[in-house]
């Protein structure tokens, strides 16, 4: 099986602009969509919830859901905008997706979730995914898990993103749910080495390259199928410059941060012809300069200077410029020592 990294969707993160910028940084990640409900697809405006640019492939979007019916029609109308691959969240833990009797809460109700992969695999001729917790509340992750994944699995999927924690749906927030509940890798690895047929990625905490390669290092006899990163590629997006080398073994160069922003730059100048305001785009890019002279600097213009009416690319420039001002007072410094 294909070796998978992937970009967690993340709400009110992973927009189109979020995706465009980290696909300036690496050509084999699979990108997100933030979740969208199977009914907004259907009767929603689709251009604004699923539209997205060609520079983004491959790119899969994630619905949200439990009626078979809406969910297949809504994977019909996303093929048709020509997503990559459509995914079924199975793992968010709001108190909006509890009520609507989709995320996190399907873990409850593996039958059901196996109907809906079912009607999402018949309604398509690209891959249909599954990410999920390991639980919810008090069930036993090692019931939970298997009994999900087994469910979809007897239906034709055969590709899962496993979140490695369970998810608290009272009395933790979503936000704490992403770090309070227990890790348990031990436990994805396990479902990997019992299911070797199926492709299994791992998510949950995993907060560099270094981190990504040992989750995929085969020393226990497990080969985990990919990995998906979530607020590790937003908050220090420049790790992914270097996802193509360390993870899929390609012979081209690194990409920079420099190199990124030359890269995304036609996007920005193309969305601001269209009268996309800059802070909507630039906003991804503020952690792009993480531990770099000159970061603080990049992060203050693009947050303060990007908000003003008519602001334009020489902001993203100014900003650029302040860390390579930095950097070579730096050097300099280095230099005088």
Request: with cysteine; charged share 25%.
């Given at each position: 099986m294909d070796r998978r990294l992937s970009i967690a969707p993340m709400m009110d993160w992973t927009d189109r602009h979020c995706r465009a910028f980290h696909r300036a940084l690496t050509s084999r990640a699979l990108l997100y969509t933030?979740?969208?409900?199977?009914?907004?697809?259907?009767?929603?405006?689709?251009?604004?919830?699923l539209g997205?640019?060609?520079?983004?492939?491959?790119?899969?979007?994630?619905?949200g859901g439990s009626d078979a019916d809406q969910l297949a029609e809504a994977a019909r109308i996303g093929e048709a905008f020509g997503y990559d691959e459509i995914n079924l969240n199975v793992g968010c833990p709001?108190?909006?997706?509890?009520?609507?009797?989709?995320?996190?809460?399907?873990?409850?109700?593996?039958?059901?979730?196996?109907?809906?992969?079912?009607?999402?695999k018949g309604a398509v001729s690209v891959p249909a995914t599954v990410k999920c917790r390991i639980g919810v509340d008090d069930q036993d992750p090692e019931v939970a898990l298997f009994e999900t994944v087994d469910a979809c699995a007897a239906v034709g999927i055969d590709v899962f993103i496993v979140h490695a924690r369970k998810a608290w749906l009272q009395g933790l927030s979503p936000k704490e749910n992403r770090d309070v509940p227990p890790l348990d890798y031990a436990l994805v690895r396990r479902l990997k080495r019992e299911r070797p047929h199926l492709s299994i990625s791992i998510n949950g905490g995993i907060a560099s390259l270094d981190e990504a390669e040992a989750h995929l290092d085969p020393g226990d006899g497990v080969q985990l199928d990919g990995v998906m990163l979530g607020r590790a590629a937003y908050h220090e997006p420049a790790i992914l410059g270097q996802a193509d080398r360390r993870l899929f073994g390609a012979a081209t160069p690194d990409i920079d941060a420099f190199e990124a922003i030359r890269r995304y730059r036609p996007y920005m100048e193309a969305r601001l012809d269209e009268g996309v305001h800059l802070p909507a785009m630039t906003r991804h890019m503020l952690g792009l300069m993480?531990?770099?002279?000159?970061?603080?600097?990049?992060?203050r213009i693009l947050t303060v200077e990007a908000v003003r009416p008519g602001a334009g690319m020489e902001v993203v420039d100014r900003a650029v410029d302040a860390v390579r001002e930095a950097e070579a007072r730096t050097e300099l410094r280095t230099q005088a020592a």
């Open positions: 933030e979740m969208v409900t199977a009914p907004a697809v259907i009767h929603g405006d689709r251009e604004r919830l997205f640019d060609a520079v983004e492939h491959p790119v899969a979007l994630q619905l709001s108190d909006r997706v509890q009520s609507g009797r989709f995320g996190a809460c399907l873990m409850r109700e593996p039958p059901l979730v196996a109907d809906c992969m079912a009607a999402i993480h531990g770099r002279p000159g970061a603080r600097a990049f992060r």
